[in-house]
């Protein structure tokens, strides 16, 4: 009761077929995503669209204006891959964990600390030579983000305590901690809000396409998803992790090492996060301020559980997510909408997610329900 | 000082305690409720613009009530009837709900985060004739709004419901196994529609007390992660009445002493606001060591 039941991940993956070649996988793993995802996609479209003609707006038009808003110009394809950045770490960082049945959702605040940590540590690199004052912030960041999980990894590993609420929980100390360590040591002066100083110039990875904000920091996400999908695929933990994702206690009866991918699983999600943040403070914000995470951490997890964990999937929905969220933070320059629209959107998508659409059944039940009440 | 810290302990902790109630009835009912900050603000603003139209206070309440009630069915629905996973159906809850009332109050009300209610009215104090110059005591229980008085009403009542009523066995049975529940007939959809609802409900009322009390008017982030706060109440009071709303206080003064500390200065206010957090984190670990070993016992 006192919730040390343990949860599995919110959605079950798909099977991973053993001999079928590359190319024909990708693609009908590809058609999958695009069944599990279409779905809660069309419905928040819908909600969306409710909410936007009760109001007073043609919903076309909008969702007409959000679309060249993202996709329009070769400036604004670059907007929306800044903005997919940081959600494509998060959504990996998701996946890895809740293939093993680890339901973290305490990337948000890996990510967060990742940040700060990055931040920190970038604003004092005018000294060190090129290469390496990139390296060394990004070091930090990810063992700050490791560090945040480490706590409810090794609870949920070694003593079963549900690893959803003590990893909700520090996202929270976490956010606290930041806020306190920012106004008490790290607040740069002469800021009206509390924010660190910026990172220095050479600590700051490169833009792919300047002027545009893009960074290195998307060369680094799709890397760690390529890992990510090779690990899982080839390695013998990465084999583990699926095994004890889909059936625990026969793991633990097969003598798998379910506590080692229990702990790796948690620690690894927040090692990603940690490196999302520092990817993110030092490609495109380039310093930590109080809200630094737009609830990257959650879009995260949407777009995985959409993706049900398939890395090309994960990489459409980041593309999707960020081109809501760049589409939102301009659209409102043209027409008089709220950037609020593009939360109703996100949030619905993720609900929907893990809901289960069985009204086709419903149909099949009645019938068996007629079947028998007939004498 | 120490009767003004009390008394502002006392006002914090009604909108904890009201939530986390609600919470902890629809966790004994099996489900974890994420979004009672999402039925908080909610409640929030039904109250704040209900009040204002009536300029009746209880109408407000009422109003939030309600739509607090209908706001906690419908996220059920989604958990029960949909299978959604409750976590993940109530973050993404939290973030449609507060994206809905943040769009709303630009697109229709046309003000940015905070909205000024004309003609609304705040609930009562209700001041004890006689009790209110007793120290201590007087700060304890004087000059309270009525939502204060229905808290400590509903502590032993929600005990009594859950421990000697039929609904409340038949709630308990369904948190405790929902198939075995089900074997033997219950309806445990409903019964669990019928905890989100209570939630829903009780979470709308504390975000009734938060723009109906002090201030008297409504802010998008007025609640202030209090919906999590809650969470973490009723997961340290283990779901029951009484341990979950003397965990409010506990969170409730934690809250006030932090406002305290800031006006004196040299303490930060977001340490302090970790410490709930903290709490839950080691009576998890601690319930769940300790289970673990007792379980492996009991199995050798």
């Known amino acids: 009761m006192t919730g040390t039941a343990t949860q599995g991940a919110p959605v079950a993956p798909e099977p991973t077929e053993a001999s079928t070649p590359v190319g024909r996988r990708a693609a009908t793993a590809l058609g999958r995503v695009a069944r599990h995802a279409g779905v809660p996609v069309v419905l928040a479209l819908a909600i969306g669209a409710l909410v936007l003609a009760v109001t007073g707006n043609d919903p076309l038009e909008v969702y007409g204006r959000l679309l060249s808003e993202a996709f329009g110009t070769p400036s604004r394809i670059n907007a929306t891959l800044a903005a997919t950045t940081p959600i494509l770490f998060t959504a990996v960082a998701a996946a890895f964990a809740y293939r093993a049945g680890a339901f973290t959702v305490g990337v948000e605040g890996s990510f967060v600390l990742g940040g700060l940590t990055a931040s920190v540590i970038g604003s004092q690199m005018a000294d060190v030579p090129p290469v390496l004052s990139v390296l060394l912030p990004l070091l930090g960041a990810t063992i700050a983000g490791g560090l945040v999980a480490v706590i409810p990894g090794i609870l949920r590993a070694w003593w079963g305590v549900d690893e959803v609420v003590t990893t909700l929980m520090f996202n929270f100390i976490v956010t606290g901690l930041a806020g306190w360590s920012v106004q008490s040591f790290f607040l740069a002066k002469g800021q009206a809000n509390s924010s660190t100083e910026y990172v220095t110039e050479n600590a700051e990875l490169p833009a792919l396409a300047p002027p545009g904000q893009t960074s290195i920091g998307l060369v680094i996400g799709l890397v760690i998803l390529i890992a990510y999908a090779v690990w899982m695929r080839y390695s013998t933990l990465g084999f583990e992790f699926r095994a004890v994702g889909s059936a625990p206690r026969f793991s633990a009866a097969q003598g798998l090492r379910v506590k080692t991918v229990l702990a790796t699983a948690l620690i690894g999600a927040g090692v990603i996060g940690g490196i999302g943040g520092g990817s993110h403070a030092l490609g495109l914000v380039h310093r930590y301020s109080e809200g630094f995470s737009a609830n990257f951490g959650f879009t995260g997890i949407a777009i995985a559980l959409l993706a049900r964990f398939n890395p090309i999937g994960i990489l459409v929905g980041a593309i999707l997510f960020g081109a809501l969220n760049s589409a939102g933070a301009t659209v409102q320059l043209f027409i008089d909408l709220p950037v609020q629209i593009i939360d109703v959107l996100q949030g619905t998508v993720m609900i929907f997610a893990v809901a289960v659409f069985t009204l086709p059944k419903l149909r099949r039940l009645r019938a068996a329900r007629a079947e028998w009440k007939r004498p | ?300």
């Open chain 2, 1 to 300: 000082m120490i009767d003004l810290l009390l008394a502002s302990a006392i006002t914090l902790s009604v909108p904890l305690v009201l939530a986390a109630l609600g919470g902890a009835i629809h966790r004994r009912s099996g489900t974890v409720n994420i979004g009672l900050e999402a039925h908080m603000i909610l409640g929030a603003l039904i109250g704040a613009v209900v009040s204002g139209a009536t300029g009746n206070w209880a109408a407000g309440a009422l109003a939030g009530l309600v739509a607090g009630a209908l706001s906690g069915l419908l996220m059920n629905l989604v958990i029960t009837r949909l299978k959604g996973n409750e976590i993940i159906v109530g973050l993404g809850y939290n973030i449609v709900m507060f994206g809905v009332i943040g769009y709303v109050l630009r697109a229709v009300f046309g003000v940015s985060g905070t909205l000024q209610v004309d003609g609304l009215q705040r609930m009562p104090k209700l001041v004890i004739p006689g009790v209110a110059d007793v120290p201590i005591l007087g700060a304890l229980i004087s000059g309270k709004d009525p939502l204060f008085w229905l808290c400590v009403v509903l502590v032993p009542v929600l005990a009594w419901l859950l421990r000697s009523t039929t609904w409340g066995v038949r709630l308990r049975a369904t948190g405790a196994s929902e198939p075995a529940s089900a074997s033997l007939g219950l309806r445990t959809l409903a019964i669990r529609d019928g905890a989100g609802i209570v939630a829903g409900a009780l979470a709308a009322l504390g975000g009734v007390a938060l723009s109906l009390g002090t201030v008297g008017l409504f802010n998008e982030n007025m609640t202030a992660g209090r919906g999590y706060v809650a969470l973490a109440a009723f997961y340290f009071g283990r779901s029951k009445p009484l341990p979950t709303a003397l965990a409010c206080l506990l969170f409730g003064f934690f809250d006030a002493l932090q406002i305290r500390l800031q006006t004196v200065g040299g303490f930060n206010a977001d340490i302090i606001s970790t410490l709930p957090y903290i709490a839950v984190v080691v009576v998890l670990a601690f319930t769940g060591i300790r289970q673990h070993y007792r379980g492996a016992r009991a199995l050798s």
